[in-house]
């Protein structure tokens, strides 16, 4: 096979991290049953971390970062696949400790992998990649708690982000009346869009809060963590709950018990890395359902491979708005 680009995250003797284009063959890939042609990748937040190191994502160096791929089977040991299909692959520490998407070519194991929706394009995969992903677990988790439409006002914070974009359309596409919070007030039109009912100021949700505030919404999507979060909490309506999913604006949360034993409130964890092999073929089935195709549209701008490391420290800026495509090959 002939020598192929990839970009490349490197550490020197002195522990500094740098990021750059390389040539590389197909025997510094890692081991898995399953050589993929990559088409399509994206740039999530994590990918944003691992480029700019900004918290210790890349566990082993040299790593080709990229946590989303959608490419074509070039030769398969796994049962799963065979030289042709078109696969998708979301997390698996790929692009943290296994080599990762931003590469023309990537071997990973075929347990990691699932076929690409025959309702999506490799474009509209990538457009939704982990952020979409993991937006559609979080509406999943706030259905399993039984917050149907009629409910009450759903909130989700970091609403112009790609997680954010996403889950504004999802639940508005369901019929739930969305709150979106963005730091971005230049974005509400942008929002209102996606099918947003109200664009909130990030501004209200941050700053040291109470142990219990007024009750707002019955439910959030959070993207941003830390004492956000924290407030969230302490806003949720009685029996309401949170599906906490990022760490945009803090890692550490300070909160009392009182949202919890005094209206019953609960918080929902999720990670979208690890879910088993059925759970992620049932969540993009759900987004091939769900998802506005027009709204995944709008949200969406495709930029070549050689633009994908200054996106990358963009995004944990808080520059870049909805999804990006990445294009490979
Ligand atoms: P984006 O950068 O696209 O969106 C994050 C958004 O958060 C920004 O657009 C901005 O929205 C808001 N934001 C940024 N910085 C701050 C800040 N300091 N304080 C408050 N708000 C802020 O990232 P993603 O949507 O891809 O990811 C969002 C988070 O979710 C990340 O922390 C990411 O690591 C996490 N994540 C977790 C997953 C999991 O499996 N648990 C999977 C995917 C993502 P606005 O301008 O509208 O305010």
Not at 9 to 23: C, N, P, R, V
Not at 76 to 93: E, I, M, Q, T, Y
Not at 133 to 145: F, N, Q
Not at 276 to 289: F, G, I, N, Y
Request: proline share 5%; aromatic share 6%.
């Amino acid at each position: 096979m002939p020598p192929f680009k990839a970009v490349l995250i490197e550490k020197d003797a002195s522990g500094a991290q740098s990021a750059g284009f390389a040539t590389l063959t197909d025997a510094d890939l890692m081991e898995g049953d399953v050589t993929v042609r990559v088409e399509r990748s994206t740039v999530n937040y994590k990918d944003g971390l691992a480029i700019t190191g900004r918290a210790p994502v890349v566990r082993r160096f040299p790593m080709v970062p990229g946590v989303d791929g959608v490419g074509i089977v070039e030769q398969s040991a796994s049962a799963w696949f065979k030289p042709g299909d078109r696969v998708l692959l979301n997390g698996w520490g790929v692009g943290e400790l296994h080599l990762g998407a931003w590469a023309e070519r990537a071997r990973w194991k075929g347990d990691w992998l699932i076929s690409l929706p025959s309702g999506f394009s490799p474009d509209e995969g990538m457009a939704i990649g982990t952020a979409g992903y993991t937006a559609m677990m979080c509406v999943m988790a706030l259905e399993r708690h039984g917050i149907g439409p009629s409910g009450g006002p759903i909130l989700v914070t970091g609403a112009a982000g790609g997680v954010g974009s996403v889950a504004v359309a999802l639940l508005a596409g369901l019929g739930y009346h969305v709150v979106a919070s963005t730091g971005r007030p230049e974005e509400a039109d942008y929002l209102k869009g996606l099918g947003a009912a109200e664009v909130i100021a990030r501004a209200e949700l941050e700053g040291s809060g109470k142990p219990l505030a007024r009750e707002r919404w019955i439910g959030a999507i959070d993207v941003v963590g830390g004492q956000t979060l924290a407030n969230i909490l302490s806003m949720i309506r009685y029996d309401g709950a949170v599906a906490a999913c990022g760490l945009a604006g803090g890692l550490e949360m300070s909160t009392t018990v009182a949202p919890f034993i005094l209206r019953g409130v609960t918080l929902y964890g999720i990670d979208s890395v690890y879910v088993p092999k059925p759970v992620r073929v049932a969540v993009w089935d759900r987004l091939d359902r769900d998802l506005d195709r027009a709204r995944l549209a709008a949200m969406t701008r495709r930029i070549a491979f050689d633009d994908v490391i200054d996106a990358a420290r963009d995004i944990v800026d808080g520059r870049i708005r909805g999804r990006l495509v990445v294009e490979i090959g």
